[in-house]
């Protein structure tokens, strides 16, 4: 019977161990250098990456956010998120890129 418990003891401890949780969903970061400002529209935006994870409003101006963080206990983390903002022809005005990744 004590056997049994370590066991089980063992296997919790390797899950909660090697477990990982992610929030957002993942996009193509390969074609963000794509985005033009003054030129992508909302519409291109939506065709490139999909629809946003998050909406918002900054400064006035519409937001889109795309992200997505894999944290681990174990291991490298991946974050990423890019947040695009339209102007009031929904024009991208200007977006920030940011990941965890190392990129060259």
Request: glycine share 8%; aromatic share 12%; net charge positive.
């Amino acid at each position: 019977m004590k056997k049994t418990g370590l066991l089980i003891l063992v296997v919790i401890i390797t899950v909660f161990i090697t477990s990982c949780a992610t929030v957002g969903r993942d996009f193509p970061t390969d074609i963000v250098a794509d985005i033009r400002i003054g030129k992508t529209t909302q519409g291109d935006i939506n065709r490139m990456f999909g629809s946003p994870w998050r909406t918002g409003i900054e400064d006035g101006d519409k937001t889109w956010t795309y992200g997505y963080y894999k944290y681990r206990l174990l291991g490298e983390s991946v974050t990423r998120d890019l947040v695009v903002r339209f102007d009031k022809n929904m024009v991208v005005r200007s977006y920030s890129f940011n990941t965890s990744e190392i990129t060259e």
